[in-house]
């Protein structure tokens, strides 16, 4: 059975580093295929897609947000970290880390965190 | 790539036929997903690969795609359906998301 738990900081102030953990089970991130994305979601808005890891460390970040992120894996601890710097009150969301099934089905997203919300305030 | 949902939000009955659309700016091959989403929840997969029902997915759910255009069918609406969807291609990075579509009673 594959859990996933994002834990981090709830307040953030502005133009601090937002450092998030996603610890999971289940799965081994050293699997050939398997990848670990972050998402998130601003109140009363949609889904965006930020970045993901891949087992052979493989690493892709939103254009827009590049240079700002940092995603890492920790395959011993069956951990991911998401590092976001310059945080500002945009990017108040839910953060959600999710499992990439790999080829069986087609890299889609298919367990996810119960997500944790970021409040950039100063 | 741009996914583009609609409509952005419907009204329906227990028991109707509902249909969401997805269009792509280009081809994304079946690199194409389906999403549900309740209130205070994180989203749940239930369709992946266009047409593939997620384990545990009740087969009320199903997706069909004509070349960039796609649809998520729920043949008989329940209660448990009241929720907001979203599509999302992972073909190319950045992957990208619709912008929802809420069915509401």
């Known amino acids: 059975q594959i859990t996933l738990k994002e834990s981090g900081p709830t307040l953030v102030r502005p133009t601090q580093t937002l450092t998030l953990t996603c610890t999971f089970s289940g799965f081994s991130l050293s699997t050939s295929g398997v990848g670990v994305g972050w998402i998130r979601q601003p109140p009363g808005k949609a889904l965006e897609w930020l970045a993901v890891i891949y087992w052979d460390n493989d690493k892709r970040y939103r254009p827009s947000q590049q240079g700002r992120l940092t995603v890492t894996k920790d395959t011993s601890k069956n951990q991911v970290v998401l590092t976001m710097t310059n945080m500002d009150p945009v990017d108040t969301a839910t953060y959600y880390c999710?499992?990439?099934?790999?080829?069986?089905?087609?890299?889609?997203?298919?367990?996810w965190g119960h997500g944790t919300k970021v409040i950039v305030s100063s | 790539i741009q996914m583009t949902q609609s409509p952005s939000s419907l009204s329906a009955s227990v028991g109707d036929r509902v249909t969401i659309t997805c269009r792509a700016s280009q081809t994304i091959s079946v690199y194409l997903n389906w999403y549900q989403q309740k209130p205070g929840r994180a989203p749940n997969l239930l369709i992946y690969a266009v047409s593939s029902l997620q384990s545990g997915v009740p087969s009320r759910f199903s997706g069909s795609r004509s070349e960039t255009d796609f649809t998520l069918t729920i043949s008989s609406l329940q209660p448990e359906d009241f929720a907001t969807y979203y599509c999302q291609q992972n073909y190319n990075f950045p992957w990208t998301f619709g912008q929802g579509t809420k069915v509401e009673i």
């Open positions: 999710a499992h990439s099934g790999g080829s069986y089905n087609l890299g889609a997203l298919d367990m």
